[in-house]
C-alpha cells in the first residue's frame, strides 16, 4: 500500500493556540501556507468549509494558481447548489488546476449549522440526499448523453455538460461521516473514507465496518481510508510532551475567546465528535502516544486528537495504523506554518521510506 499526505489551509491564520489575526480572508497567509505543504512535498491540501467562512472553492482556485504540483481536496456540502451546478464548478476547478482537484463530501453533522444556511433536513435525510446528489454529480461528470434524474430531492431533464473533470472516470471522492447513515452511503460512492483519530481499536473497528458497506456495493477492494491527526514533535519525547502540555496551556485561553469555538454548542451531535470523546474518556493518553488533551477540551471541535514524541515514534505510530490499512493521513499541526514545513523534513520522508521498505521486501518475496 502507498501513503499519501494532506495538510490544510486555512483562510486566514488561526488554530487553537492562535486568535484569528489578519483580514478573515488573508490571500498572502493562504499562498504562504500552500507553498510551505508543496515545499514539504505533502501530496494534497484540505480548504475546509463551514457556514460562516469564505468560499471554498474560490480559494481552491487561488490555491492552484500559486503552486504547481499540490493537490487539492475541496470540501463540499450538498444540497446547497444543485448538483449539475456542483459538478461543473468541479470539473472546471478540475481543469483550472490541471487535474489536482479532489472532493471531500460532507454532509453535516450539527442540526445547528446546518441551519445557519438554511438547511432544516434531518440527519438521517441529508445522509439519503447525499446518496442522490452523488448519483446525479458522478453521472454528470461521465455520462455521453443528455439524461434525466427523477428522485425524492432532485429532478433534472435532458442534462448534459460541456465540461468533464480532467481526471478521468471522475475526481477522486473523499467522504466524512461515522454515523451508521453516513457509512452506507460512504461504502456507495467513497473513493476515500476519512476517519478522525481514534485508537487503533477503533479505527479497525470502522474499516472494518466501511469495507463490509461497501461490499454491498461490489467495491470492497476500491475503497480507501484516511486518518486526521495533529502530530506534536520534538527531538526528544520528554520534550514532545513538554510540547503537548504548553499547547493546551494556551489553548485553554484561546479556545475560551476565539469565535471559531465559543459559537460551537457545548455538547456535538455528530457521530465522529461522540467517538473521539469517548477516546477522551479513556485517560489524556491512549495507546501509548495518541493525546486526547484538546479533544477533551473543545469537545472534540473537529480533528483533535494529537500523537506526540520525536519524528521517529510518531513515525512508528502512523505506521500501524498504516498497518490496518490507513493509505492516507490528514495532519495539520497547531501552529500551522511552522508545522507544515517541520513534517514535510522531517516527519514525511521517515514515513514514506519505511513504506518504500515494506513495499520492495513484499515484491522480493512474491518474485
Known amino acids: 500500500m502507498s501513503v499519501e499526505f494532506i495538510g490544510y489551509v486555512s483562510h486566514q491564520e488561526s488554530s487553537e493556540i492562535h486568535l484569528p489575526r489578519g483580514p478573515a480572508l488573508n490571500p498572502p497567509y493562504i499562498a504562504a501556507v500552500a507553498q510551505a505543504h508543496e515545499y514539504g512535498r505533502f501530496d494534497r491540501v484540505l480548504i475546509a468549509h463551514s457556514s460562516a467562512s469564505p468560499d471554498g ?7 492552484a494558481q500559486q503552486t504547481r504540483r499540490l493537490g487539492i481536496l475541496l470540501a463540499h456540502r450538498p444540497g446547497f447548489v444543485a448538483p449539475t451546478l456542483a459538478a461543473r ?44 446528489y452523488l448519483d446525479v454529480v458522478k453521472r454528470a461528470w461521465t455520462s455521453d448523453t443528455p439524461f434525466d ?108 475567546a476565539s469565535p471559531n469555538f465559543t459559537r460551537r454548542p457545548k455538547d456535538p451531535q455528530n457521530v465522529g465528535s461522540l467517538r473521539l470523546l469517548a477516546e477522551a474518556d479513556k485517560g489524556s493518553v491512549v495507546d501509548r502516544r495518541l493525546w486526547t488533551g484538546i479533544t477533551a477540551l473543545t469537545r472534540a471541535a473537529g480533528n483533535s486528537t494529537a500523537l506526540v514524541g520525536t519524528p521517529q515514534q510518531v513515525s512508528d505510530a502512523l505506521l500501524e495504523y498504516h498497518k490496518l490499512g490507513v493509505t ?40
Do not use: C, M, N
Not at 472553492?57 to 490555491?63: D, E, K, M
Not at 519505511?354 to 515484491?363: G, N, T
Open 89 to 132: 464548478q468541479l470539473a472546471t476547478l478540475d481543469h483550472f488546476s490541471a487535474g489536482r482537484a479532489a472532493v471531500h463530501i460532507i454532509s453535516g453533522g450539527d442540526d445547528v449549522e446546518q441551519q445557519r444556511d438554511g438547511d432544516y433536513l434531518a440527519h438521517d435525510e441529508r445522509y439519503r440526499r447525499t446518496d442522490e
Open 328 to 367: 492516507t493521513f490528514l495532519i495539520r499541526g497547531f501552529d500551522p506554518l511552522e508545522d507544515a514545513l517541520a513534517y514535510g523534513r522531517d516527519l514525511l520522508p521517515l514515513v514514506r521510506d519505511a513504506v518504500a521498505r515494506k513495499a520492495a521486501a513484499a515484491d522480493a518475496l512474491a518474485a
Open 149 to 256: 434524474h427523477a428522485g425524492a430531492h432532485y429532478r433534472v431533464s435532458g442534462h448534459k455538460s460541456q465540461i468533464r473533470p480532467l481526471q478521468q472516470p471522475h475526481l477522486p471522492v473523499y467522504f466524512g461521516g461515522s454515523s451508521d447513515a453516513a457509512i452506507e452511503v460512504a461504502g456507495k460512492h467513497a473513493d476515500v473514507y476519512a476517519l478522525w483519530g481514534e485508537s487503533l481499536a477503533a479505527v479497525e473497528e470502522t474499516i472494518a465496518k466501511v469495507r463490509a458497506a461497501a461490499a454491498r456495493h461490489g467495491r470492497e477492494r476500491q475503497i480507501r481510508f484516511s486518518l486526521s491527526l495533529r502530530p506534536i514533535l520534538a527531538a526528544t519525547e520528554e520534550a514532545a510532551w513538554a510540547r503537548a502540555e504548553a499547547i493546551l496551556a494556551r489553548a485553554r485561553e484561546v479556545v475560551a
Open 57 to 63: 472553492l474560490q480559494i481552491a482556485s487561488f490555491v
